[in-house]
């Protein structure tokens, strides 16, 4: 079975600072990772997807993450927040015949002005 | 654009009751899932319906059922609700990426259930 693990559960920024968010699974088979941000009082929206081709992908908002295959690692960069980015960011994966999408604890995202 | 559409927003109930949670899309997808989000746990899948006329239990299904209506609709019902139900409820809906192998996932905007 698929898993997903997110080791930052609570991370406090200045602006400006550079951001990576740590996003390791579990999976032997071919996976489909994402990055979901949900902002204080609404509802997920997607950042990014890897699906194949290029590891490195670039989402909205100047996030990006990058696949290391053999570190089964997704982990999501930013060079430099805004107070804007304060949320809560969820890592997930699909994978296999029937596509559930399982989702990582989360990572509280603070960022101070 | 109505996307993943949920209601009630919000409902409470005391322990012991019954209530129905529906969700529609109007994107033509063909899978359909229920989400508990709570505190320090993320989002865990409850059921998941990967087309229509058919569902499947997720990670935390207990407690729950589910009714994949037509290709648009598909309810969550709690026969017996507990306060450990107590959570926000997200349907959310995919169609398989023509491109590709992977669904990208739309999510509605979430339902929130306390339990007394």
């Known amino acids: 079975a698929q898993s997903v693990s997110q080791h930052n559960h609570h991370v406090i920024l200045s602006e400006a600072a550079s951001l990576e968010l740590g996003c390791n699974y579990s999976?032997?088979?071919?996976?489909?990772l994402f990055w979901y941000v949900q902002y204080p009082g609404q509802h997920l929206q997607l950042l990014l997807k890897?699906?194949?081709?290029?590891?490195l992908v670039k989402g909205i908002k100047g996030f990006e993450a990058e696949f290391i295959k053999s570190k089964f690692s997704f982990n999501l960069r930013k060079p430099s927040v805004q107070w804007s980015d304060t949320a809560e960011y969820f890592c997930?994966?699909?994978?296999?015949?029937?596509?559930?999408?399982?989702f990582g604890t989360g990572t509280l995202l603070a960022v101070q002005p | 654009n109505a996307g993943v559409t949920q209601t009630p927003k919000f409902q409470v109930l005391k322990t012991g009751q019954s209530m129905t949670l529906q969700c529609a899309q109007d994107m033509n997808h063909n899978s359909m899932y229920w989400y508990r989000q709570d505190p320090g746990m993320g989002l865990r899948l409850i059921y998941y319906?990967?087309?229509?006329?058919?569902?499947d239990k997720g990670e935390v299904p207990n407690g729950y059922n589910v009714s994949r209506l037509n290709k648009r609709e598909f309810s969550l019902r709690l026969e017996s609700a507990a306060p450990s139900q107590t959570s926000v409820y997200f349907c959310a809906s995919s169609r398989k990426d023509r491109a590709s192998s992977g669904n990208t996932i739309y999510f509605g905007e979430g339902s929130w259930l306390t339990v007394v």
């Open positions: 999976y032997g088979g071919t996976v489909n």
């Open positions: 319906s990967a087309s229509e006329g058919t569902t």
């Open positions: 890897y699906f194949s081709g290029d590891p």
């Open positions: 997930a994966v699909s994978g296999g015949a029937t596509n559930k999408l399982i």
